[in-house]
């Protein structure tokens, strides 16, 4: 089991910058993907971003690429989502999301451990 504790969300602006961490414990060593999804209010859980645990590939949703970085320590079990250029729509609860499979996927199925969750809202 993997516990996932994430942090570092709050209110910002339009235009502003926000970094993310995502603290992993337990059984790291079984984790393949670790991945940030958001809900919005009245929205669906949608894909933000994911890495590979070991190792430096990446992916984004279109709608984040060029603003939003995923990267992980190691050393430190945390990844971080930094995301800068915030517009009012990325106003979500941003939860992170472990996945022991080899075989990656944007659908929320395919994560078996889940933080509780930060509050990110930008203001216009």
């Known amino acids: 089991q993997v516990q996932l504790v994430e942090s570092g969300g709050g209110l910002v602006q339009a235009g502003d910058s926000l970094r993310l961490s995502c603290a992993a414990s337990?059984?790291?060593?079984?984790?393949?993907?670790v991945a940030w999804f958001r809900q919005a209010p009245g929205k669906e859980r949608e894909f933000v971003a994911a890495?590979?645990?070991?190792?430096?590939?990446?992916n984004y949703a279109d709608s984040v690429k060029g603003r939003f970085t995923i990267s992980g320590d190691n050393a430190r079990n945390t990844v971080y989502l930094q995301m800068n250029s915030l517009k009012p729509e990325d106003t979500a609860v941003y939860c992170c999301?472990?996945?022991?499979?080899?075989?990656?996927?944007?659908?929320?199925?395919?994560?078996?451990?889940w933080g509780q969750g930060t509050q990110v809202t930008v203001s216009s």
């Open positions: 999301a472990a996945s022991p499979d080899a075989v990656f996927r944007r659908t929320p199925l395919g994560y078996r451990n």
């Open positions: 337990g059984r790291t060593s079984s984790t393949y993907y």
């Open positions: 890495l590979r645990w070991s190792g430096s590939w990446t």
